[in-house]
């Protein structure tokens, strides 16, 4: 996920705001007078609310899509080591447009990179590309055959 630009606008993540986002996850159409009639505010008061968690980066509004239905075939997850500085390597891979999810990390692999892509042939030159960057000392490719789980509706606990 590429974040939007930050406008250091900060939200208040009260017990609302929480309930607001978990009516946005269970349906990411619903009008801001059903959220405000399930949250106890008005609409307006729900659609400030929203744009401060999107301004603040609290939160996000997109279209989650099957990339099997929109022919994105070939998924993988790809462990890369870093040779000095993880963090400009981490921005550097973030880069790569069939780079969906990018994260520094402290396990066996400095940095985890998910990509999707159209075919194996897109897929081994997606890892080319990656194991080419600035940084890069050896990549690891985790190829997914099964999705079992994949949700974005787990709520803010």
């Not at 921005?91 to 990509?115: F, K, M």
Request: aromatic fraction near 4%; proline fraction near 3%.
């Amino acid at each position: 996920m590429t974040l939007p630009p930050h406008n250091h606008v900060a939200a208040t993540i009260d017990e609302i705001s929480k309930e607001i986002i978990e009516q946005l996850q269970e349906d990411g159409r619903r009008s801001y007078a059903a959220i405000g009639k399930a949250v106890g505010l008005s609409e307006a008061a729900v659609r400030q609310r929203v744009q401060k968690l999107v301004d603040s980066r609290a939160m996000q509004i997109v279209a989650v899509t099957n990339p099997l239905e929109l022919g994105f075939t070939r998924q993988a997850m790809i462990g890369i080591i870093a040779s000095s500085d993880i963090n400009s390597t981490a921005d550097r891979i973030a880069e790569v447009p069939e780079v969906d999810y990018c994260v520094v990390t402290a396990g066996s692999a400095d940095i985890l990179a998910e990509v999707i892509c159209t075919s194996d042939e897109d897929l081994l030159r997606v890892i080319s590309k990656i194991r080419g960057t600035e940084g890069v000392v050896s990549t690891n490719t985790y190829t997914y055959l099964s999705l079992k789980k994949q949700e974005y509706n787990w709520g803010t606990r």
